[in-house]
């Protein structure tokens, strides 16, 4: 016989656990059977009127609409003031001697070299704000940072001076503009 002195529990709880039952029931589950479906498909998708929509008249941006995006974007940086004359001035202190003109190409044939790694890099760091089409300062210094590019003992390339080339280039339109 169990004793409740040996568990240390008074008489009555002791007798409830003794006398206490365990019920097993069995049910039986029925999972529906899932629905056929067409696989996904971009042409059926919400995508479908990109094809007639777009610059590009496909889904993907091809070579020619790239193209044609860089020198936009070139047109909007060359047309703000504080951007061509930061470029002059930058060449003015160059000890290659080259007039800002040929310095200016050289600058926009760099560029469209590598317009696709730059977009792409544009659209990952512009994604955190509210408006994609912007790249915030704290997204640019994000940029910065993960390619490790501001060098604190450089003469050229401080956090300071990579501050003052997003200002310099970073288009804003004219609110006043329609």
Not at 14 to 35: D, F, G, P, R, Y
Not at 122 to 140: E, K, R, T
Request: hydrophobic share 35%; aromatic share 10%.
């Amino acid at each position: 016989s169990v004793t409740s002195e040996r568990f240390f529990l008074p008489p009555n709880v002791l007798q409830a656990i003794m006398k206490s039952q365990t019920t097993t029931t069995e049910e039986s589950i029925v999972v529906a059977a899932t629905e056929e479906r067409e696989p996904w498909t971009l042409p059926g998708s919400i995508f479908k009127p990109r094809v007639k929509e777009a610059d590009a008249r496909a889904f993907y941006d091809g070579g020619a609409t790239l193209d044609k995006m860089f020198e936009r974007d070139w047109q909007r940086a060359c047309a703000k003031e504080k951007f061509t004359s930061m470029l002059a001035r930058e060449n003015k202190g160059s000890v290659a001697g080259k007039s800002d003109k040929q310095a200016l190409q050289e600058v926009h044939d760099m560029l469209k070299r590598h317009f696709q790694v730059f977009y792409s890099t544009f659209i990952y760091y512009s994604n955190g704000g509210n408006d994609p089409y912007h790249m915030s300062l704290n997204a640019f210094t994000t940029l910065l940072d993960d390619a490790g590019i501001p060098d604190p003992d450089s003469l050229s390339i401080k956090r300071s001076d990579c501050d003052t080339i997003f200002i310099v280039c970073n288009f804003q339109p004219d609110k006043n503009s329609p």
